[in-house]
C-alpha cells in the first residue's frame, strides 16, 4: 500500500476493516488514526493497545470517552481505489517477478534493501472494556465462535495463503528467467535458461560483460582496478550516489585510472504503477550502450538526474528519449527509444536482475540492496556520501 493510500484510508469513515489492518501494520505513525477510526474492530483495536503508543494510547482513551452511538456499526462498503492489492515478492525477485513492499532500511549507507513482507495484525485478543466499537464485515462473521475455532481457521486461511503467494512467485519466476539460472555465455548469446519457445533468448548489448554489465566508455582492459556499480533507475537513493561519486568516476576512467561498469537491474518495477518503469529504464540503458556506447555514462547520468519519484508512473518512452537527445545520443537511437525499440532488451535486464539478487556475495546485512559498489570483485561497504572515500579505495589509499 502506498502512503497517500493510507492516508486516504483512514481519513475515510467508511473504510473497510481489513485495510485499516493493512494500514496499521505498514505505517506505524498512522496507527493513532486507526485507534480513532470508527471502522477498527475490536481486535485490531487490542493489538493496537498492545503497542504501547502514547499517541495511540490517546486515541483509545478518547474513543473510550466518546458520547455513545460513536462506535455504531458502518454501513455496507465497497471497493475503495486504496484495497489492498496482491501479495508479492520482495525486491530480492527478478524483474517481471512479483515484488515484496518497500520500506527504507539502512545500507552502506542509506540503500535500497530488499526485505520480507510484515505480516498484519490478527490477534485474537479482546481490547479493553470500555464504550462499544464497530465491527467489521469480517470479524462480525466469527464473533460467536469458539477462540480456538477462529484460530484454527485464521491459522488454515494463512498456510492457504502462503502456498497461493509462493505458487504466483514460482510461476512468475520461471516466466521471467525460466527454469535454469542465468549463463555467463559471450556476448551476444542467449542466456541459458530461457523457457524453451519462448522465441525470445535474451539477447545482451555489444559492449556487456560475461556478467550483465554495461561498460561506460572504451572500458580499457589495461585499467589498474575495475569498478561495477548495481543501479535501479528508480532508486532515490542510486541518483544520490551517481550525484555525490558520477564526476570522480567518470575522470578516474577517462585518466585510465579505473575501467567503470554499471549494472542496471530492475527491483523496483512495482513502484511505477503498472508502467515497469525500471525494466524500461534498465532496457534504454542497455540499447543505448549497444547502439552508441560512447554516449552511454552521460545517458546513464541523465537517467538519474531525472530521476521520477517512487509511486509515479516514471518517465514515458518519449521522456527517456529526450533524455538520451540531451545527452547525446544520436537522432537514430533516440528514435528507436521512442518507438519502445528498448524492449529488445527487456529479458537481458530479467537476467541481469536474476543473476544480482542471487548472488551471495553482493548482499549486504540486509540482503541485496541498490546501489551495489564491488571493487575488483569485492564488495565495497564504505561511507560513499563522502565524496572523496570512493576514490580514495580506487586509488588504494584506503580500504
Known sequence: MLRDEALRAVQDPTAPPTVLAQVA????????QVAAHRGAYPGLLSWLAAGDDPAVDAALAARRAAPAGYGA??????????????SSAAHLAPAYAAQQ???????????????????????????????????????????????????????????????????????????????????AEPVGQGVAGAPEGSGQDAVA?????????????????????????????????????????????????????????????????????????????????????DRAPDTFQAFHAGLLAHQPQEGTAGLSDAQIADVARAAGVPADVVAELADGGAAEFAPWVAAA????????????????GTPTIVIDGERWAGDWSDAQALAQAIEGTSV
Request: neutral net charge; proline residues 13%.
Open 73 to 86: 456499526p458502518t454501513p455496507p462498503y465497497t471497493p475503495h481505489p486504496y484495497a489492498p492489492g496482491p
Open 353 to 368: 536482475t536474476q543473476a544480482a539478487t542471487s548472488d551471495p556475495a553482493l548482499a549486504g546485512p540486509q540482503g541485496f
Open 101 to 183: 513492499p518497500h520500506t527504507q532500511q539502512p545500507y552502506a549507507p542509506g540503500g535500497h534493501a530488499a526485505h520480507q513482507p510484515q505480516p498484519y495484525p490478527t490477534p485474537d485478543a479482546t481490547y479493553a472494556p470500555g464504550a462499544g466499537y464497530a465491527v467489521g464485515p469480517q470479524v462480525a462473521a466469527v464473533q460467536g465462535r469458539p477462540t480456538a475455532q477462529r484460530r484454527a481457521r485464521v491459522t488454515l486461511v494463512s498456510v492457504l495463503a502462503g502456498l497461493v503467494l509462493l505458487l504466483l512467485v514460482g510461476v512468475a519466476a520461471f516466466l521471467a528467467v525460466g527454469s535454469g539460472a542465468p549463463s
Open 25 to 32: 501494520g505498514e505505517f506505524p505513525d498512522l496507527r493513532p
Open 205 to 289: 548489448p555489444g559492449t556487456a560483460t560475461p556478467e550483465h554489465g554495461l561498460l561506460a566508455g572504451a572500458g580499457d582492459e589495461s585499467a589498474p582496478v575495475t569498478v561495477e556499480v548495481y543501479v535501479d533507475y528508480m532508486c532515490p537513493v542510486c541518483g544520490r550516489f551517481e550525484a555525490v561519486n558520477g564526476e570522480s568516476l567518470t575522470k578516474l576512467r577517462e585518466a585510465g585510472s579505473v575501467r567503470v561498469v554499471f549494472h542496471p537491474i530492475a527491483i523496483l518495477d512495482r513502484y511505477s504503477q503498472g508502467t515497469a518503469y525500471s525494466t524500461r529504464a534498465a532496457s534504454s540503458a542497455a540499447l543505448v550502450a
